[in-house]
């Protein structure tokens, strides 16, 4: 599993890049967890996303706290 950082101050920039990022992405038997700030980043980036691509699907969100906790029980 490969983990990737984005960071900017347009949160339309890092759409874009996530929208492509995506579509590159090799395996859709696997949930992609996503970590945002806040819930309403969350709405914003899956409408966002699927109006791009036509399709957002098998993706898991979680809050920064959320992540770590998650990491930690694997």
Same mark, same amino acid.
């Given at each position: 599993m490969g983990?990737?950082?984005y960071t900017s101050n347009s949160i339309e920039k890092l759409s874009a890049l996530?929208? #492509?990022s995506i579509k590159?992405?090799?395996s859709?038997?696997?949930a992609t967890p996503i970590v945002v700030q806040t819930e309403g980043i969350q709405k914003w980036l899956t409408q966002e996303v699927a109006a791009q691509? #036509?399709?957002f699907?098998?993706?898991n969100f979680f809050s920064p706290n959320d992540f770590v906790r998650q990491i930690?029980?694997?």
């Open positions: 983990f990737n950082i996530f929208c #492509k590159e992405k090799a859709w038997q696997m691509n #036509k399709i699907a098998n993706f930690f029980q694997m």
